[in-house]
């Protein structure tokens, strides 16, 4: 897997991240906004931003002191192409030993 889509998978693995990219879909926060609601220290909760950013899932506007983050949901784009390459795979494959079993089963007799 590329190295790209291993980090958005990482970040999107923990349910505070998920949460946090949830809160930003709709509309840009501060740091301490996000903060808030994760009843967590603000230095903890920069960890979990910066996975998110690393992963390339969130943009930093900063103006004087004040951080704002938005949404980039654009990394999703390439995790969803991965997903889609391997749900055609398995879903062919389960296709495939239905067929197999549905053929190899003992025929009933009128």
Not at 25 to 36: D, F, I, K, N, P
Not at 54 to 66: P, Q, S, T, V, Y
Not at 81 to 90: K, P, S, T
Request: hydrophobic share 40%; aromatic share 6%.
């Amino acid at each position: 897997m590329e190295p790209a889509v291993d980090a958005v998978f990482a970040a999107l693995a923990d349910p505070t991240r998920r949460g946090i990219l949830e809160r930003l879909r709709t509309r840009e926060s501060t740091v301490c906004e996000l903060a808030q609601p994760l009843r967590m220290s603000l230095p903890a909760a920069s960890k979990h931003l910066r996975v998110l950013e690393k992963a390339g899932l969130l943009r930093r506007r900063i103006e004087g002191r004040n951080h704002y983050l938005k949404a980039n949901l654009k990394p999703l784009d390439q995790a969803e192409r991965w997903i889609a390459r391997h749900r055609q795979f398995w879903e062919g494959s389960f296709d495939r030993l239905e067929k197999l079993l549905n053929d190899s089963a003992p025929k009933e007799q009128p």
